[in-house]
């Protein structure tokens, strides 16, 4: 199915042919569902810390911290906002200036005065129809109002990424994303000698216009934090693409040349392999709030911190006996009820195994990245959940599942399904070095049965597009995980612009 001429491009790209004909294969195969031993919930999978454990935590982060530990937050920002204007592009794209009651634009009109971009709106009616705002608005020009914030012509956010836009508004004027994740770092992962570390990964055609808003934007940041900023930031790799398929699994073209597509956030795997930290805090791009509401979102980040830190601080004494060989089987027993009762392992061979294949067991579950993933309670928001999934050698253990990833005719998964107590906000802190400082090799961590399948068009042409492993679902799919209640005031996405209207988002 490949032909000779493919070779240049896959070569430019990083990816073998070998590579490309498994895409190929697996678009015909389809990925296999997950095979589920039970949802995650508080006392069986998911940790609802006590008031002494909170302190400990928080203890042993600060300890960390003023020790010179150190630590990066990697923040997925590639994402532009297109997603957030769906309603008002259609609104535009309408044909008519009548506002339906309750709509979406008709709310956010109706709050025009809420928008902390409010400024650059009046400044962009002037500039597109020489007139203002409230004229525009008095004489039902909702059209044109709607045109000025998503059109390129004007403020043109339908077509910037989510990071730039502008979220918050304060006294001495609005802050984007971007600041607030600076703000948030500072506050929550600045080393002893004040310094701050960010990495943001943004795509290709918005890495310059990030890049001027960071040099912009850090001497102030710098100046209101008191604390000093190294920010990286990185793009997709070419290698991460995958293949774009016809339906009937043959490679998709165009113009004779293979298409291909970005491979999901899964792709970050590789760039999160890049970071040099041992600690890496990893959160979405839009779930920001205002210095004003930010002090749960403080807490419970240095708690998950402390945690992490506690738990590899046992693992690391764990491992550290059974190199040395100083341990008895007391010691092995004690290590086996730690992994069953805090890593929720389960593994129904530990009780049939000899002392010396338990010691090689427990090394080869015990040595590999760590994660502690904050779980919200669910109220009704998108995103994936805790459950405890069988693994490929037959161990179950915490894994965060999407829907897609569950088989949709097994009564008992719909179940589960619906009955799910929490779910993932994306508020992840990782250990990604082992116990003698050497960083361990993401991409190995990563199950690759655990991509999915999906349905585009190209130019009119059906197409076939593959997504790899997610980021936090199968990409981390072989860590150790853990999970722990937090509260649902530290999950604040802007996933639409009228978001920006709640409460949460008000300074």
Not at 312 to 325: F, G, S, Y
Not at 346 to 360: C, F, G, K, M, P
Request: net charge negative; glycine share 8%; with cysteine.
């Amino acid at each position: 199915m490949l032909l000779p001429e493919d070779q240049e491009l896959l070569a430019a790209k990083g990816i073998s042919r070998e590579e490309a004909e498994a895409q190929l294969n697996r678009f015909a195969t389809g990925f296999p569902y997950l095979k589920i031993l039970d949802t995650a919930r508080v006392d069986a999978g998911i940790f609802r810390l006590s008031d002494e454990e909170i302190e400990a935590a928080l203890e042993r982060w600060h300890e960390y911290l003023d020790h010179g530990g150190e630590v990066c937050k990697f923040v997925p920002a590639s994402g532009a906002a297109s997603r957030m204007f769906k309603a008002l592009f259609e609104y535009v794209d309408g044909g008519t200036d009548e506002l339906k009651e309750g709509s979406p634009v008709a709310q956010l009109l109706g709050s025009v005065d809420k928008l902390p971009f409010l400024p650059e709106l009046r400044e962009a009616c002037q500039k597109l129809y020489g007139k203002s705002l409230d004229e525009l608005l008095a004489e039902g020009e909702n059209r044109k109002v709607i045109a000025a914030i998503v059109g390129a012509e004007g403020m043109n956010y339908g077509g910037l990424p989510k990071g730039l836009l502008k979220f918050h508004t304060y006294p001495e004027g609005s802050r984007t994303p971007v600041e607030e994740h600076l703000t948030e770092g500072a506050q929550t992962a600045a080393n002893s000698k004040g310094e701050v570390h960010l990495h943001f990964t943004v795509s290709a055609d918005h890495h310059a216009l990030f890049q001027a808003k960071l040099d912009e934007v850090i001497p102030e940041a710098e100046k209101r934090t008191g604390k000093k900023f190294f920010v990286t930031m990185s793009e997709q790799k070419p290698s991460t693409d995958t293949i774009a398929a016809n339906p009937d699994n043959t490679p998709f073209r165009e113009n004779g040349r293979l298409l291909f597509r970005p491979g999901g956030h899964g792709a970050l795997i590789r760039n999160l392999n890049d970071i040099e930290s041992a600690v890496v805090f990893i959160k979405n791009i839009d779930n920001v709030v205002p210095d004003s509401r930010r002090a749960d979102t403080i807490k419970y980040k240095e708690v998950l911190g402390g945690l992490l830190l506690e738990i590899h601080d046992q693992i690391e004494e764990d491992l550290i006996a059974l190199e040395e060989k100083v341990y008895t089987p007391s010691d092995l027993k004690g290590m086996i009820d730690y992994m069953r009762t805090v890593l929720n392992i389960h593994d129904e061979r530990l009780d049939s195994l000899a002392d010396d294949e338990i010691v090689e067991y427990i090394k080869s579950k015990l040595n590999r990245p760590l994660r502690v993933c904050g779980m919200v309670r669910n109220e009704g928001e998108p995103g994936g959940g805790p459950f405890i999934a069988y693994n490929p050698d037959g161990s179950a253990s915490p894994q965060i599942l999407e829907s897609n990833q569950v088989d949709p005719a097994n009564e008992e998964y719909k179940r589960m399904m619906a009955t799910a107590t929490h779910f993932n906000p994306v508020d992840l802190v990782c250990y990604i070095k082992d116990i003698h400082g050497k960083k361990f090799d993401l991409p190995s961590y990563v199950d690759p049965a655990t991509g999915f399948i999906s349905s585009k068009s190209s130019h009119g042409k059906e197409l076939k597009a593959m997504e790899l492993p997610g980021l936090w679902n199968g990409a981390m799919s072989d860590w150790n995980t853990v999970f722990v209640e937090v509260p649902i005031s530290t999950f604040n996405p802007v996933k639409t612009v009228n978001d920006l209207l709640r409460p949460a988002h008000q300074s």
